[in-house]
């Protein structure tokens, strides 16, 4: 009948991989202050509190425009009443309590500060602080206090590498890369993941990963790779995982648990004459060049999909796609492959479209995995 509009809801899903999610965040004033407390109950090992957070920002990431009233949020999925009581503060105030308190807490500052540098996670920077180190300097000047390699590449380059990287020098990268991959193996696939593939302006390093034709040829290339750059002089540092890689195996249950696939954390120079525009140096540089953190992963060409698909991101989205097969599918995803608990067995996948109509999802394109 004429007159009768019917206004429709648009339901907005619980699961990140239900979600388009660009980069534009209408919403920064509310998830920066989620995700401020999210990183304070991570520092307090409160991992279920921590991701409701990571959750709740996730959601207001998706979402077309600002809250404007706490009415807002009435038909969005993963917000709690605490989530809720910020919101509120922030609409009416401008800032909220609980996140005034974190950022103004000795503790909270320590561990961001120390876990700033490449090496250092939330378990080395907390038996730090109990020790009485406030600073860097502290650190550095205590002589009972073992630095690993890697740490001492981080705070070797803390400058260079708290810097953000920029597009402009993620695509220099990648032609270094590329290159150096195609020289050694013609037919080898490469490609930029991780944010910049989501279409992020800067990231905090860059991800990249190829693969060869030939299954099982992988982790060659990789260790020829990591040698090619050796001798043109950019590797500053190299940390190398070898492939722990199980075809019997089913997908892990965890996220956090890292995958098996052959790859590196890397700390590579890049010349400033390589990268359009000129590097992202705060400051008139003089030296012409700066470090930058680099994570290549290589792995075997028939789970290149899957590897795909986890490495590109974001964290939210894969934690969500994988919560999203186990519960509303009964199937396991995780970077290596998809099990099917129904039919008790491994579905293939050629292409990141093959595993959402695996488990019955519409496509999401990298831009809109921002979750
Ligand atoms: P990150 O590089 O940590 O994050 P990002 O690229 O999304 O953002 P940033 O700009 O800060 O760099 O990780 C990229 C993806 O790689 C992330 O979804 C997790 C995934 N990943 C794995 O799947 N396995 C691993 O072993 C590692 C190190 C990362
Ligand atoms: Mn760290
Ligand atoms: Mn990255
Ligand atoms: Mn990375």
Known sequence: ???????????????????????????????????????????????????????????????????SSLEDTHHLPCLGDHAKAIIDELLQHGRAFDVQKVLSDERYQTLKLFTSVFGVGPK?????????????????????????????????????????VSKA???????????VVHAITPD????????????????????????????????????DVIKSLENQGVLLYCDY?????????????????MDHFAKCFLILRLEASQVEGGLNSGEEDSRGWRAVRVD??????????????????????ERDMRRFARKERRMLLDNHGLFDKNKKEFLAATTEKDIFDHLGLEYMEPWQRNA
């Open 1 to 67: 009948p004429e007159g009768r509009k019917v206004v429709a809801v648009a339901t907005v899903s619980q699961y990140a991989c239900q979600r388009r999610t660009t980069t534009t965040n209408h919403n920064a004033v509310f998830t920066d202050a989620f995700e401020v407390l999210a990183e304070c109950y991570e520092f307090n090992q409160m991992e279920g509190r921590c991701l409701a957070f990571r959750r709740a920002a996730s959601v207001l990431k998706s979402l077309p425009r600002v809250l």
């Open 124 to 164: 080395t920077a907390e038996k730090w602080y109990r020790t009485g180190l406030r600073a860097f300097e502290h650190i550095l000047a205590d002589r009972s206090i073992h630095l690993n390699h890697m740490q001492q590449n981080g705070f070797l380059h803390y400058e260079d590498i708290s810097r953000a």
């Open 169 to 179: 020098e993620a695509r220099a990268l990648t032609k270094v890369i590329d290159e």
């Open 188 to 223: 080898a696939i490469v490609a930029l993941t991780g944010g910049f593939r989501r279409g992020k302006e800067f990231g905090h390093d860059v991800d990249i990963i190829f693969t060869t034709l030939e299954v099982g040829k992988e982790e060659n290339l990789l260790l």
């Open 241 to 257: 995982q070898a492939a722990t890689f199980d075809t019997a195996k089913l997908p892990a249950h965890s996220f956090e648990a």
């Open 296 to 317: 290549l992963v290589s792995p075997p060409m028939n789970r290149y999909a899957f590897a795909l698909l986890g490495w590109t991101g974001s964290r939210q989205f």
